[in-house]
């Protein structure tokens, strides 16, 4: 029938249009992710390893390497889902830090503020503005973009390699606990992390997130493949260390005798 046929083609062209809706929310919501990225990663300060860790020896033929500052946070895919003061205990004192969490890693950063307010005076973590306890904003974030966060320690890999625990004592005295364990392949445990969240509210979010984001990440091996690429923390192609390679084969080959090349050199 007419009426039918006239139907079916208007059902048709709503659900192209919805479609097309959808589209277009996720390209805007991976554009703004992007523009998010790309905010932070001009806020943010890279310290050189030395200066993070100034037990090492770094080599005389190595300086120019561990120098050269090739950290960025705009990479394929990598999504921030959270952000917030936490206190991380420490021996002999705890240090106020800001953390970012992305669904690939935890990043810890010291901003310009607290740094300056610390020398000044011991903060009291729990009785910080309430403007930075909120929960994290996704249009924009709790994270001041007049402040620059100057990285505290390496980032924590988000992998099938880490664990968050919820602890319910009160270590050194701190409240609303959380820790993190990271292991090697030889689930021999590399590093232990134990935060104090402002409030229980802001301590339930972060366990949520947290556990979220860890078992996103173990339920979908092509992400734990590109995770194992050392570029994906460069944001650089993840196939131009085959390339490279391919290139510098043919060009040994290329300058070879031609008796001597393959029939597939040039």
Same mark, same amino acid.
């Given at each position: ?89 420490? #021996?002999?004192? !705890?240090?106020?830090? *800001?953390?970012? =969490?992305?669904?690939?890693?935890? +990043?810890? %950063?010291? &901003? ?63 409240? #609303?606990?959380? !820790?993190?364990?990271? *292991?090697?392949? =030889?689930?021999?445990?590399?590093? +232990?992390? %134990?935060? &104090? ?70």
């Amino acid at each position: 029938l007419p009426g039918n046929g006239s139907r079916r083609e208007l059902l048709d062209t709503i659900e192209t249009i919805q479609d097309s809706l959808r589209s277009l929310e996720s390209k805007l919501n991976t554009l703004q992710n992007f523009q998010r990225l790309q905010e932070l990663d001009n806020i943010l300060v890279w310290p050189k390893i030395d200066t993070m860790d100034k037990s090492i020896v770094i080599p005389e033929e190595l300086k120019d390497v561990v120098s050269e500052d090739q950290s960025t946070l705009c990479s394929d895919g990598r999504h921030i889902h959270h952000a917030g003061p936490l206190l991380l205990l420490e #021996n002999p004192k !705890s240090t106020d830090v *800001y953390c970012f =969490l992305f669904d690939d890693m935890l +990043l810890m %950063t010291r &901003s310009n503020q607290s740094i300056r307010k610390r020398s000044s005076q011991k903060m009291d973590h729990h009785t910080q503005p309430a403007s930075m306890m909120g929960a994290f904003d996704t249009s924009g974030g709790l994270y001041d973009p007049e402040q620059r966060y100057i990285v505290y320690k390496a980032p924590i890999p988000i992998d099938e390699n880490i664990r968050v625990h919820d602890i319910t004592s009160n270590p050194g005295g701190s409240k #609303n606990c959380i !820790s993190l364990t990271t *292991y090697n392949r =030889l689930k021999y445990c590399t590093g +232990l992390y %134990t935060f &104090s969240v402002p409030t229980p509210e802001s301590k339930i979010a972060w366990m949520a997130l947290l556990t979220k984001v860890i078992s996103d990440f173990q339920s979908q091996p092509f992400r734990k493949l590109k995770h194992s690429d050392s570029n994906s923390m460069n944001g650089g192609d993840d196939h131009e260390p085959i390339k490279n390679t391919i290139q510098k084969k043919i060009s040994v080959v290329n300058k070879l005798p031609k008796r001597y090349r393959p029939s597939y050199s040039t």
